[in-house]
């Protein structure tokens, strides 16, 4: 009988209504993604996101930025708490801080992070907006390896969504949004799978080999998608 492979340990950070941790414990609920969530840590104490961990009795906590003056304080602090969980992999789902170099370089090759856009274009913020002004035919949003510069990690996968002639930064990013949610589950699958991995020299492997460009996925609206 072949070894079951154990399930990939999870600390999710959030800051707001956690729609990627819904559809992740969702994914884990029925049995399509082999991981459990430890904790979900918000910047928010009323983030509507942590509401669904509690109700799927996940540990939740919430650190408030505003008794940290200092970003390296929080961030250790943060740190400390993520560690009491030892997780494989530390989820960025809708965590709105920018995190310092010394947290980013303590969880090297455990830290992911989903991005509304195709990167390495329009990293940063109001990506939506950015795609139409610049007339962009194809938007998107891509999970990737998080590294010490904002949102240029090396990108595991990624998927496209056509920028509508008609479409306002509101009707796209939800567009958007929608795709993100398989995208990420899809994103732990290959890793919890062993197909993914992260390699000693910084670059991702796919089934052993280097991962050159990253992988497309079309419409991962829910979790069931392909891979080109």
């Known amino acids: 009988m072949a070894e079951t492979q154990r399930p990939v340990s999870l600390v999710v950070l959030i800051s707001g209504r956690g729609s990627n941790l819904k559809a992740i414990l969702r994914a884990i609920d029925a049995g399509q993604l082999n991981a459990t ?6 910047s928010r104490a ?3 996101g942590l509401r669904w961990a509690q109700a799927a009795a996940i540990d939740t906590l919430a650190l408030d930025a505003r008794d940290y003056p200092r970003r390296e304080d929080y961030d250790r602090a943060l740190q400390g708490l993520i560690e009491g969980f030892a ?7 809708g965590f709105m801080r920018i995190l310092s170099a010394d947290f980013v370089r303590h969880f090297r090759g455990r830290l992911l992070n ?5 990167l390495p274009a329009l990293r940063g913020l109001r990506t939506h907006q950015r795609a139409i002004e610049q007339g962009l035919r194809e938007h998107g949003a891509s999970v990737h390896y998080v590294t010490e510069e904002l949102d ?3 990108v595991i996968i990624q998927t496209r969504v056509p920028v509508l002639r008609t479409d306002s930064a509101e009707t796209l990013g939800a567009r958007v949004l929608q795709q993100e949610h398989g995208l990420y589950v899809h994103a ?13 020299d910084g670059r991702i492997l796919y089934r052993g080999r ?5 992988l497309q996925v079309t419409q991962p609206s829910d979790t069931v998608c392909t891979v080109d």
């Open 37 to 42: 969530v430890k904790a979900v840590i918000s």
């Open 46 to 48: 009323g983030a509507e």
């Open 87 to 93: 997780p494989d992999l530390v989820l960025l789902a």
């Open 114 to 118: 989903i991005h509304p856009s195709l």
């Open 152 to 154: 240029s990690g090396p």
């Open 188 to 200: 732990l699958q290959l890793i919890a799978g062993g197909e993914i991995r992260w390699g000693d």
């Open 210 to 214: 280097p991962l050159t460009q990253p």
